[in-house]
C-alpha cells in the first residue's frame, strides 16, 4: 500500500470513529493508537492485507461490511419481527466493535528479513513480517481488555469482539468454550455481525500479497 493511501484510510478511520462513536474515553484511544504501529501495521503475517497499513484498512472495511450487513440483513428482520432478537443495534455499537476488533494486533507484527527460493532453487530475502506478542492474552479477549483500559464497553460490544473469530479460534477447544460461543451469539445480534463482516471482509475484499 502507498503512503499516500495509508495516509487516506487514517483520515477515514478516524473520521468514522468521530462520526460514530461519541462515548467517553474515544479520545484516549485515538490518541495510544496514534502512538502505536495501528495505522502502518498488515492485518496479518501471509494472509489477508498483508502489507504496510493492512489493519487499518481491514477495520475499515469490516466496519462498512458490518453495516451492510445489518442494515441489509438484520435490521429489516428485526423491524418485521421475523428475527430471535427485537431490539434494534446501537450503531456506536457496531463503530467500536468493528473498528476495534483487532486492536490486538498493535505492536504484533515486526518487519524483518525473510527468506524463499527462487525459481532457480537459490535462497533469496525478502520484507515480511514476525509475531512477537508482548502480552499473550488472546485474540479476541486481548481487544477487549485493552479497550477496557480506555472506554467502559457494553456486554454485547465485549461478547461481540471477544467471539469475532467464531469457530477459528477454538479448534482446540472444549465443549465449555463451545457452549460460551453459541451462547454469545444468542445474547445479541451484533455477535454474529460483527463475526461475519470479519469473516467476509477478509475473504472477499482484501488481497494476499506474494513476495
Ligand atoms: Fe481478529
Ligand atoms: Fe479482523
Not at 498483508?50 to 481491514?58: I, K, V
Request: aromatic share 12%; hydrophobic share 40%.
Amino acid at each position: 500500500m502507498k503512503d499516500i493511501e495509508i495516509e487516506a484510510n487514517k483520515a477515514r478511520f478516524k473520521s468514522l470513529c468521530e462520526e460514530h462513536i461519541h462515548r467517553e474515553g474515544i479520545e484516549k484511544i485515538l490518541d495510544y493508537l496514534e502512538r502505536t504501529d495501528f495505522f502502518i501495521a498488515p492485518s496479518s503475517t501471509n494472509f489477508h492485507l498483508n502489507e504496510p497499513g493492512g489493519l487499518c484498512l481491514h477495520s475499515i472495511l469490516v466496519f462498512e461490511t458490518a453495516c451492510k450487513i445489518y442494515e441489509q440483513i438484520a435490521q429489516p428482520a428485526i423491524q418485521l419481527g421475523i428475527s430471535p432478537f427485537t431490539e434494534e443495534v446501537a450503531m456506536e455499537s457496531i463503530a467500536i466493535s468493528a473498528l476495534f476488533h483487532d486492536i490486538c494486533k498493535v505492536k504484533l507484527y515486526h518487519p524483518t528479513q525473510r527468506w524463499k527460493k527462487d525459481e532457480q532453487n537459490r535462497w533469496v530475502s525478502y520484507p515480511g513480517y514476525e509475531v512477537k506478542d508482548e502480552f499473550p492474552f488472546g485474540h479476541g479477549e486481548k481487544s477487549c481488555l485493552m479497550l477496557s483500559w480506555y472506554m467502559r464497553l457494553k456486554p454485547e460490544e465485549m461478547l461481540a469482539i471477544r467471539w469475532h473469530m467464531g469457530m477459528f479460534d477454538m479448534s482446540e477447544n472444549g465443549t465449555a468454550q463451545r457452549y460460551a460461543y453459541f451462547s454469545a451469539l444468542d445474547k445479541h445480534p451484533l455477535v454474529s455481525i460483527i463475526q461475519s463482516a470479519d469473516f467476509l471482509a477478509s475473504k472477499l475484499l482484501e488481497k494476499t500479497t506474494t513476495y
